[in-house]
């Protein structure tokens, strides 16, 4: 981050070896492509006291296997850190949290000591962290919710307005529940800071990735112009495949996240998935 | 709405008769304030033919009584018309609605068959009307979100940033749940257009009149020049007051409100305002 500075206390490494030499916890805050690599490389070094706990700071789903990224972190570290495991998410553009500007986050674990040592390590009194119980959902939140800032980003750059991109928001978010609870996450979770939270804060602001993406496929640009254009990795791009899979496997029905697939993988053009959207027939709400 | 031509087979009369003769539905548009005073005037007209259903798109609470607007409606018009009031509402700025941007809104009645008669009135390819059934849910969704909107002002005028409005939405949300369900109301109505969708458009939005009645006051006004600044009615002003006496009747914490309540009516500075909030524990998320 630009005209920022570390805190001196912190020392910086690019070693492996000499970051785990004592650690109390491992924090894991890489691109999510790279989490089972990086575990890897850890449990490699074998380590001659293992840290208390892991916190996991990248999300997402894992290409293939359809993990969530702490269900590889476990798949690499065995079964028994399943408990040591949490997941720390919610609306936090890094820059604003180096400004010191109000931040809310939560920290998630199965249990709560693991929660709660997690708390105690980051709360800041600007820097505000709830505490959690369900790492599935807050994981899930954290990971699809790039799909839905996509289908914001193409609204946008279609010209439509407020209306749409909340109507995009709402009807997102009871995709995303449907498919959490099928997968076996807390349905309220998605009313929380990683679920409404984040997904407001990444589909309402011009500087998410996603959302741009999704306003460069809506001026007329191909999928790999619109990547290239934003030029950083676009974490959506691959969880619409993800939520195609998932939403497959588990007879979900969702059709925003459906209608990002369809721009991204098979080439219908936005103003055609738009309209596939608003032709489907309008019942219940709840249903 | 400038610009915009209503339609010449839409017959216009000032004279409620005029309007009430041989109507099918009645279609409640009016100042929260003056909904009451409205019913009475159209019922004191003691039409021949009793309409089928009546639609309420004013929604709020009344001062002093603390009942929601149906309640108001149906204290006016009897309990018997209980099943054949519903009402409509989500995130549709007016101004969108006529230039045809895609916009969902929700109708609500306790019966399906008159939730169902407001869809088929109302609902069109780019208004799209989905049904529920939880009135008071649905209401209470669009009453409450007014004074978070107020509050997300006041922290955009101090000039906090992202993360910051989206903790306010996400926490203000569950105030407005706890008090909902402590109501009557069920948690999962507002997860939908009439609760996230309508208060991620109102509290995100500079154009909305409660965001800018908050962001008045950061910038240091007094309560009355923020309200004759925006120059139109409030709606959260006075449902701040209200949602203070509801809380306290029911028993439920809303710190967020009881915030914009002790700006509003107690001269709180908001800088104080905002360090109440900062300084609270930070507990479970769910808690």
Same mark, same amino acid.
């Given at each position: 981050l630009e005209g920022f500075k570390i805190d001196p206390s912190i020392a910086l490494t690019s070693d492996l070896g000499e970051a785990m030499d004592g650690a109390q916890a491992v924090v894991v805050v890489v691109p999510s492509t790279a989490v089972r690599a990086t575990c890897e490389a850890i449990v490699n070094l074998k380590p001659a006291r293992p840290p208390d706990f892991w916190v996991l700071c990248s999300k997402g789903i894992e290409q @293939?296997?359809? $993990?969530?990224l702490h269900e590889v972190t476990i798949d690499v570290l065995g079964e028994a850190w399943r408990d040591r495991i949490g997941v720390l998410s919610g609306p936090s553009h890094a820059e604003e949290v180096a400004r010191e500007l109000p931040t809310t986050v939560t920290a998630a674990a199965t249990r709560p000591e693991v929660a709660e040592a997690i708390q105690r390590l980051f709360h800041r009194p600007r820097f505000r962290v709830y505490t959690h119980d369900d790492v599935l959902g807050v994981e899930l939140g954290a990971g699809l919710k790039n799909v839905i800032a996509i289908a914001a980003g193409v609204a946008d750059g279609l010209g439509f307005g407020d209306n749409t991109r909340a109507a995009l928001i709402t009807r997102g978010l009871a995709e995303i529940v449907r498919l959490g609870v099928a997968m076996g996450?807390?349905? /309220?979770?998605? $009313? @929380?800071l990683a679920g409404v939270g984040d997904l407001v804060v990444t589909a309402t602001s011009r500087h998410s990735r996603n959302h741009c993406f999704g306003e460069n496929l809506a001026r007329g640009m191909t999928c790999k112009e619109a990547l290239d254009e934003v @030029? $950083? +990795? +676009? /974490?959506?791009y691959a969880t619409a495949k993800s939520a195609h899979d998932l939403a497959k496997k588990h007879g979900v029905e969702m059709p925003i996240a459906e209608a990002v697939y369809s721009m991204i993988y098979? @080439?219908?053009p936005v103003g055609e998935a738009m309209d596939r959207l608003l032709s489907r027939e309008a019942g219940a709400e709840l249903a």
């Open positions: @293939g296997t359809l $993990m969530p996450a807390r349905q /309220e979770t998605f $009313m @929380g @030029g $950083m +990795v +676009v /974490e959506g098979d @080439g219908l």
